[in-house]
């Protein structure tokens, strides 16, 4: 069964622009949740979904978006792009985003210039 | 709000020696808590997911315990290999949040 995948793997734009991540879930997964990596701050929710509901997110600026398709593959969008957006994004799926395991994507290495 | 806290923050060990990290969080009304090894640069791979009935698990080398009433978790991974060298992160569940608070990590390195 294929994992967690994520594109792009890497990117770099600059302040102000916006940028669009995508997650694939694994097949039969309905939550997908994305995190933020950063040294400084370490792994950060950001939102999750489930049957394309938000039903959680985490405490970040209204730049940072997200929503789910019906097929549960999953994006992220950031607006109006700052330095300190530049991170590792991780995207999780799993069944059904309670007591189930969670599984992780590749990341995405976004750097803002 | 759910504090995860692990000690140490790093770990330097020799081949062959076994490793204990520690994992403790302030509230116990936790669902589950999952183990998980980053590499460097790379994604999460989980290693293991210890359900709140549970006390431990267990698979290969690696034991994971769980203590709710105290908020604490060990991983222990025996006989480690220089293969094992990682960061080590443990994520806890806290009700119907459906996300994850992780700790800081440990990063390991095993010496050949």
């Known amino acids: 069964k294929a994992g967690v995948t994520q594109t792009p793997r890497y990117l ?4 102000g622009q916006q940028v669009t991540l995508s997650c694939s879930p694994i097949s039969g997964h309905r939550s997908v949740s994305w995190y933020q990596q950063t040294p400084g701050q370490g792994l950060q929710f950001l939102f999750e979904y489930f049957s394309e509901t938000q039903r959680n997110k985490g405490n970040f600026p209204g730049r940072f978006s997200g929503r789910q398709f019906s097929n549960s ?7 109006t792009l700052e330095l300190g957006d530049s991170a590792l994004y991780l995207c999780a799926s799993s069944l059904e985003g309670t007591t ?14 | 709000k759910q504090e995860v806290t692990q000690i140490p923050a790093a770990l330097s060990v020799p081949e062959g020696e076994n ?3 520690n994992c403790s969080f302030t509230d116990s009304a936790i669902y589950n808590l999952q183990w998980f090894r980053q590499d460097p640069g790379k994604g999460l791979t989980s290693l293991l997911l210890i359900q709140s009935s549970q006390r431990e698990q267990t698979s290969g080398r690696l034991n994971a315990s769980l203590d ?4 604490r978790s060990t991983l222990y991974i025996a006989a480690s290999q220089p293969g094992d060298s990682a960061t080590y992160l443990c994520a806890v569940r806290r009700g119907r949040d459906y996300k994850l608070s992780f700790g800081a990590g440990t990063t390991v390195t095993v010496r050949a």
């Open chain 1, 100 to 113: 189930d395991e969670q599984y992780f994507g590749p990341g995405t290495r976004l750097t803002v210039t």
């Open chain 1, 12 to 15: 770099i734009k600059t302040r």
């Open chain 2, 19 to 21: 490793l204990v990290l």
């Open chain 1, 73 to 79: 593959r999953s994006e992220m969008n950031v607006s």
């Open chain 2, 68 to 71: 709710k009433s105290s908020g």
